[in-house]
């Protein structure tokens, strides 16, 4: 069971550039959350999606979208990149009830 | 919303000691995760503790979901335990995280 895979690892865009970040879940589980985490703070919940639908949404811009594909991946896209969109992007699968698992994350730098 | 606090935000040991980090939570929840997040990044599994007392080797848990409240416990503190602690709650059991800011634990050797 690999666990939770992110791609890339690091990533450096430029302000107003458009990034996709990649996530492939945990086997046997069938929810993909994103999360951002700021220096310094605990993750922010983006958006989560089940069934390929965004189930539920947290207090980010429309900037910010996802997709899950049949295979239960997912991919975040952010557009008109910030600076202040400089985080690490961590992904979590789980199936409902049960202990998340996040990947390694996606750290952005925008320049 | 629910909110989740951490403390102390920061604790630095001497290897081999022992500590208590604390949870609290303002609201009912289904589902309370402890986290230690490596100098990568990566958020580890610790425990998936929504009520009771658990336990794996030097680290246990406990969870007072009446009171609202949660404790990690560290004993024989090793410098490979340094690293950011989360707690992270999920009040309707659809998998949303709402994470703590943490405890940053230093072990000195």
């Known amino acids: 069971d690999a666990g939770v895979t992110q791609s890339p690892t690091h990533l450096i865009k430029t302000r107003g550039q458009q990034v996709t970040l990649r996530c492939s879940p945990k086997?046997?589980?069938?929810?993909v959350s994103w999360y951002q985490q700021a220096l310094g703070q605990g993750p922010q919940f983006i958006f989560q999606?089940?069934?390929?639908?965004?189930?539920q949404r947290g207090n980010f811009p429309d900037r910010f979208s996802g997709h899950q594909f049949p295979n239960y991946s997912s991919e975040l896209n952010v557009n008109a990149l910030l600076l202040g969109d400089s985080a690490l992007y961590l992904c979590?699968?789980?199936?409902?009830?049960?202990?998340?698992?996040f990947g390694q994350g996606t750290r952005l730098t925008v320049v | 919303g629910i909110q989740v606090e951490q403390s102390p935000p920061d604790l630095i040991l001497q290897e081999g000691a022992n500590s208590t980090l604390r949870c609290n939570f303002s609201?009912?929840?289904?589902?309370l995760q402890w986290f230690h997040q490596n100098p990568w990044g990566q958020l580890i599994n610790l425990f998936y503790i929504p009520s009771g007392t658990k336990q794996n080797g030097r680290l246990s848990a406990t969870t007072v979901a009446t009171e609202r409240y949660s404790l990690l416990y560290i004993s024989s503190s090793q410098t490979t335990d340094s690293g950011v602690y989360f707690c992270a709650v999920d009040a309707s059991n659809t998998g949303k995280l709402i994470f703590g800011q943490g405890t940053t634990l230093q072990v000195k050797p």
């Open positions: 999606y089940y069934e390929e639908e965004e189930r």
């Open positions: 086997s046997g589980h069938d929810t």
């Open positions: 979590a699968s789980t199936m409902t009830g049960l202990s998340a698992f």
């Open positions: 609201d009912s929840v289904n589902n």
